[in-house]
């Protein structure tokens, strides 16, 4: 069965520091990996997906992630964080096998400190 | 804005009494999920439907729990004698068919059982 985990629970990074988020999942075929984010009281937003193609993935807002097949591993990368990049992020992943069951990690709370 | 609504926003119930929440994707989402959500964790995948059939369950899923998809469009989710254990934000999903596996959220219903 598919899994996603994603490591550490809380990151805190400084205004214009590097956002590093990391995400590792296991699948026996191809996956299709996906990254959202849920600000308070709101939905989850599409941040980037990667489904086939190019390995490095550009999403909104600055923010984009690698597919490293041999890492088994999709981290989420910004250069420069923003105060407004303050959200829940979460990694999921679903394949052509998984019957359009898409599993979610535990999520990441990223801090932004001024 | 992801064209996915969901009422109630809020719901607070007895233990033991029915609910049922609904979901309005857009027109072109002809694929649509429900997922359950507690704090701390990630989306947990409950149900998938294309257009109105279902045609995934998680094995997770209770038996006082039932989803329906009538005509394809809106969708609910109805749990039978609530319990507490069932407080949680309730998640709807839906995307288009094909190659594309992007899912848009909407707000969620929060449920607290007293």
């Known amino acids: 069965a598919q899994s996603v985990t994603q490591l550490g629970s809380h990151v805190s990074v400084s205004e214009g520091a590097l956002v590093l988020l990391r995400c590792n999942y296991s699948?026996?075929?191809?996956?299709?990996l996906f990254w959202y984010v849920q600000y308070p009281n709101q939905g989850l937003q599409l941040l980037l997906k990667y489904t086939t193609g190019a390995t490095l993935v550009k999403g909104i807002n600055g923010f984009e992630a690698e597919f490293k097949k041999s890492e088994t591993s999709f981290h989420l990368t910004k250069p420069s964080a923003h105060m407004s990049d303050a959200a829940e992020y979460f990694c999921a992943v679903t394949d052509l096998t998984s019957g359009n069951q898409f599993y979610f990690g535990t999520g990441t709370s990223l801090t932004v400190i001024p | 804005d992801t064209g996915v609504s969901q009422n109630p926003r809020h719901k607070i119930t007895k233990r033991g009494q029915n609910v049922t929440f609904r979901c309005d994707p857009i027109?072109?989402?002809?694929?649509l999920y429900w997922y359950r959500q507690t704090l701390g964790q990630g989306p947990e995948f409950l149900t998938y439907f294309q257009n109105e059939a279902q045609l995934e369950k998680s094995r997770l899923l209770s038996d006082r729990f039932s989803a329906e998809r009538p005509k394809g469009s809106f969708s609910t989710l109805e749990i039978q004698r609530t319990e507490q254990g069932d407080s949680a934000m309730y998640l709807c999903?839906?995307?288009?068919?094909?190659?594309?596996?992007?899912?848009?959220f909407g707000p969620g219903t929060r449920l607290t059982v007293t």
């Open positions: 999903a839906a995307g288009k068919g094909g190659s594309s596996y992007e899912q848009y």
């Open positions: 027109s072109e989402h002809n694929r």
């Open positions: 699948s026996s075929v191809p996956p299709y």
